[in-house]
């Protein structure tokens, strides 16, 4: 397909694999408990199962805040789970 598009120039990695929408992926089971759209039904159901494994999953994910953001926090028992957060200021 390179050869098409960059006559001469030859890819540095092989082709990607494809993907397999029946094995839940963390990064599609968060977006799917903040509400996305970008999941499939192995990432739902596991997703679910987390969810009623521990109540306060959602609470955790959609009510973190960061140090310096305003006040009441969720208590401890509340955000119980813990995820990584990328912010731009």
Known sequence: ????????????????????????????????????????????????AAMAANPHLVTAMAEWRADDEPQPRPSPLEAGGYVAVARKD
Not at 11 to 39: C, E, F, M, Q
């Open 1 to 48: 397909m390179s050869g098409r598009w960059f006559p001469g120039i030859t890819p540095s990695r092989p082709a990607p694999v494809d993907l397999d929408t029946s094995v839940p992926h963390p990064a599609r089971i968060y977006d799917y408990i903040l509400g996305g759209k970008d999941n499939f039904a192995a990432d739902q159901s596991a997703a679910q």
